[in-house]
Each structure stands twice: as structure tokens, then as C-alpha cells.
């Protein structure tokens, strides 16, 4: 098992930025991702990364905008979030899986956080 914490949600003005820390425990795991969902509409692949963070993959509606990072000495993936948009506004979910496959679908990974709330105003 994975357990998958996420932290950094909040409420931001347009053109700010956060970071989403994503705090890992148990069983080794190979790839990262983060997602978002905002209300009835389908999870959203975001970004992702490789184990030792040499290949990163980013969504084009994030590409530019948004970092993904992690740092396996601490356990834990980062989403940082530049000029943010107002429809950028959802819950952010941190995926992980112990395949070394960069999946842009949730059905890839195996182990989910409990997601964090970010908003952005206009």
C-alpha cells in the first residue's frame, strides 16, 4: 500500500501561484501524477513524473505554467503552480503507482490521496 497526503490547497488570485506538496508513505512507488476534478465532470490528468524525476509529462491546458518535482529523500511530489487561472479552480489529487508508466488516465495508478482544494479568483 501507498498512503498519499496532499497539502498547499487554498484560495489565490488570478495570476498567483501555489504548491501542492504530496507526502508519500509505505511501499515503494515508480510513477507520480497529479489530477483535478471540479463537480460533475471527470477527473483531469494535470501532470506526471518519472521515479527519479528525469521525465515529466504536463497536460497543455498546465504546459509552461505548472512544475511537477519530487524528492524521494523525503517522500514527496510537488505540483508548483504559476500564473494560476480561474479555471484552473478544482480539487487536486496526487496518483501514484509502482509501474514505470506515465499514464494520463486514472485507471493506471493504483494509489490516490485524499485531494486538496484550490481556488483562484478573478
Known amino acids: 500500500q501507498v498512503l498519499l497526503v496532499e497539502s498547499g490547497g487554498g484560495l489565490v488570485q488570478t495570476g498567483g501561484s501555489l504548491r501542492l506538496s504530496c507526502a508519500a508513505s509505505?511501499?515503494?512507488?515508480?510513477?507520480a501524477a497529479w489530477f483535478r476534478q471540479i463537480p460533475g465532470k471527470e477527473r483531469e490528468f494535470v501532470a506526471a513524473i518519472s521515479k527519479n524525476g528525469g521525465y515529466t509529462y504536463y497536460a497543455d491546458s498546465v504546459k509552461g505554467r505548472f512544475t511537477i518535482s519530487r524528492d524521494n529523500a523525503k517522500n514527496t511530489v510537488y505540483l508548483q503552480m504559476n500564473s494560476l487561472k480561474p479555471e484552473d479552480t478544482a480539487v487536486y489529487y496526487c496518483?501514484?503507482?509502482?509501474?514505470?508508466?506515465?499514464?494520463?488516465?486514472?485507471?493506471?495508478?493504483?494509489?490516490w490521496g485524499q485531494g486538496t482544494q484550490v481556488t483562484v479568483s478573478s
Open positions: 509505505g511501499r515503494t512507488f515508480r510513477t
Open positions: 496518483a501514484a503507482d509502482v509501474a514505470p508508466i506515465m499514464a494520463v488516465t486514472t485507471q493506471q495508478y493504483d494509489y
